[in-house]
């Protein structure tokens, strides 16, 4: 008969561990070096029109800021809560088509005050959000996947039969702003950088706070999640709403760049698929991932919509890099750069511990280079 | 005082009756065991008590509050965690942060924005990762993992909440004999230092006799017998339900 006391674990087991270096990841990059990174970023993004001020490059920038925002926005709900939804394109539509007939009906004279109702888009595709999120997000993972799409085609029938307010197939205009020459792109870019700006500081926000850590929690096992006292569906909700507002700002941003609003363009069924493609590529449910996704994926979107934009041949060349990506790199670019830089750091540092035996105290951090600590015997 | 208390509890499945009219009360501050043959209904009434399952009939009480029709999060919030038969951990948070989920999700409406990780909580988890020995593992995803770890960092993920009972199915399940050791001790020390209750599940029954103040035997859906780990190792109802399994012989 064994007894069972509080000290009977073998001492290994127990063995005391330096505290602050356990919390740490040891082969992650250090806060400031990261910070430094985002900054450069930026700073480029922003000089990129000035360097480039061609309009033929401006406009495609123009359009991957666009793209970067809802990227970035898509991900906040997809990417952190796990659910993906290939709607979003209904705040998209509500964005474009808000900014658009409150432009019109608001008799807004063209200029810097289009702009100042871009803002408007996100918030009434927000508004939209709410019930729409409700609905759906009774639904879990696969079947809310239908769902979306089902509501981004009721949405977009709506808005080709709804014609005395939207117009229908014929669209709704907007006047342009009378700006000319190289500078007419230039505050529709610095809009969308900015919302981009805006767009990552909440998705990083959420990322570091405890209602982002339940986020991923659900992702993982909602089930799970909702035991350990976590609102899941007020979660959701939240995180839908959130990307609902940036989509429908870079469709706001849309709708006074362009100049023309149209049901299949608005609730565009291919939207979703450019996006996710870019949030899958560069990382779903991190923080830099859609940011990489969209630099790099949107300029070669807009470039082959130029050159081959009748055939919509960059559809089926996108459609092929996100099957190769998903069999190549499930988890995307970023978290699987990430996974070889760290064990390549790991197997350097323990060829490294091998090389000079840890006597003196001289050795630097001595870092456990995997999972190892209990070991079950085999359980696994 | 008990603390949880499942009265006249029936739950089917199709025409499985998988609780049949169980009656149980698990006392506050005690270490329980619940004993008894695979599909005796053991993991369903861990799902009916935490609200994972609905009863058909019957009621089941928390301290006093009646949670028969309560959702997970709810009985959760009373205070009664619970780990899972099938390890439930979230793969792909690292170890600290499967910890921080469960943390303190008391502080109201904003709180929830605010850092996870604040030097206040650290201090905690770390307390809580000591104390499994699950430190050095702190950064590492927790599908990284293995079983036996896996099942250690599920019982810190209820602990940190500083629940006031905890309710641990099969806890010893796949974990090699000096881990299970070093679960008892934990468990022990848990319920001599804060005074928190545990219901276990556990077929060794050397772990289960060597630890509970009290043992449960569930048999078909219901509770066969109830008492000191000694009394019950010779009731002969427990003896025939093991199907003839002398328990001393297992036990020794
Ligand atoms: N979700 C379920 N669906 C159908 N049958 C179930 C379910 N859960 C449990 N059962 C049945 O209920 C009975 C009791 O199961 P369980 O509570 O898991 O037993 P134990 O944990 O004591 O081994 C078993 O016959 C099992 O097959
Ligand atoms: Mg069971």
């Known amino acids: ?380 | 005082m008990n603390l949880l208390e499942v009265d006249e509890v029936t739950k089917a499945y199709g025409g499985i009756q998988a609780l049949a009219g169980c009656s149980m009360t698990f006392e506050e501050g005690k270490i329980n065991g619940l004993i008894g043959p695979n599909g005796s209904g053991k993991t369903t009434l861990f799902n009916v008590m935490t609200g994972y399952e609905r009863a058909d009939s019957g009621s089941v009480h928390v301290a006093g509050t009646d949670v028969t029709a309560a959702s997970p999060d709810q009985v959760f919030s009373l205070g009664v965690g619970r780990t899972f038969q099938l390890t439930r951990i979230f793969p792909r948070l690292t170890v600290v942060e499967n910890l921080h989920v469960a943390s303190q999700r008391d502080g109201g409406w904003m709180s929830e924005f605010s850092r996870w990780s604040s030097p206040s909580e650290k201090v905690r988890s770390k307390e809580v990762l000591d104390f499994v020995g699950l430190t050095r593992l702190a950064a590492e995803k927790a599908g990284n993992l293995s079983y036996g770890q896996q099942k250690l960092l599920e019982f810190a993920c209820i602990m940190i909440a500083r629940p006031k009972a905890m309710l641990l199915d099969e806890p010893a399940g796949g974990v090699n004999p000096s881990l299970l050791l070093h679960l008892g001790g934990r468990i022990k020390a848990l319920n001599e230092e804060e005074g928190t209750t545990f219901v276990i599940v556990e077929h060794d029954m050397e772990f289960v006799m060597g630890l509970c103040d009290k043992v449960s035997v569930m048999h078909q859906g219901r509770c066969l017998c109830a008492g000191e780990p000694e009394t019950v190792r010779s009731d002969p109802a427990v003896l025939e339900a093991y199907l003839g399994t002398d328990m001393r012989e297992v036990a020794r």
């Open chain 1, 1 to 380: 008969m064994t007894t069972l006391h509080a000290g009977t674990a073998p001492a290994e087991l127990l063995r005391p561990v330096e505290a602050e270096r356990a919390f740490r990841d040891p082969f992650e990059p250090s806060k400031r070096s990261r910070a430094t990174a985002w900054v450069a970023l930026f700073a480029l993004l922003a000089a990129f029109p000035i360097v480039f001020s061609n309009p033929a490059v401006t406009s495609i920038g123009v359009f991957t800021m666009m793209f970067l925002v809802a990227a970035i926005g898509w991900n906040i709900f997809s990417g952190y809560s796990g659910y993906v939804s290939i709607g979003h394109a209904v705040y998209y539509g509500f964005g474009q088509y808000a900014v658009a007939l409150l432009i019109e009906h608001w008799h807004v004279t063209p200029g810097a005050s289009e702009l100042a109702i871009i803002p408007l888009g996100g918030i009434v595709a927000a508004a939209v959000a709410v019930p729409v999120g409700l609905i759906l997000l009774r639904v879990r993972k696969h079947t809310f996947i239908v769902l979306t799409i089902a509501a981004m085609f009721i949405f977009q029938l709506l808005a080709f039969n709804f014609a005395g307010f939207t117009g229908g197939s014929a669209g709704t205009n907007v006047v342009s702003p009378p700006w000319t020459g190289t500078v007419f792109n230039l505050p529709f870019y610095y809009i969308g950088l900015g919302a981009a700006i805006l767009a990552l500081l909440v998705s990083w926000g959420i990322r570091r706070s405890k209602y982002g850590l339940g986020l991923l929690a659900i992702r993982d096992d909602e089930d799970r999640a909702k035991g350990l006292g976590i609102r899941v569906t007020r979660a959701k909700l939240i995180a839908y709403v959130a990307s609902a507002f940036f989509v429908g700002i870079a469709g706001g941003l849309y709708a006074t760049f362009v100049g023309a609003v149209y049901p299949q363009f608005a609730f565009d069924p291919t939207y979703d698929l450019a996006i996710a493609v870019m949030v899958f590529v560069g990382g779903l449910g991190t923080l830099p991932g859609p940011v990489l996704g969209a630099l790099v994926l949107a300029p070669i979107q807009q470039y082959f919509y130029i050159q081959f934009g009748a055939s919509t041949l960059y559809l089926i060349i996108y459609g092929i890099l996100f099957i190769v990506i998903l069999l190549t790199l499930p988890a995307g670019v970023v978290p699987s750069i990430s996974d070889r830089y760290r064990s390549w750091m790991a197997s350097r540092q323990r060829r490294r511990e091998e090389a000079t035996p840890t006597v003196g105290g001289a050795m630097p951090v001595t870092v456990p280079a995997g999972p190892v600590g209990i070991d079950d015997g085999g359980a696994r």
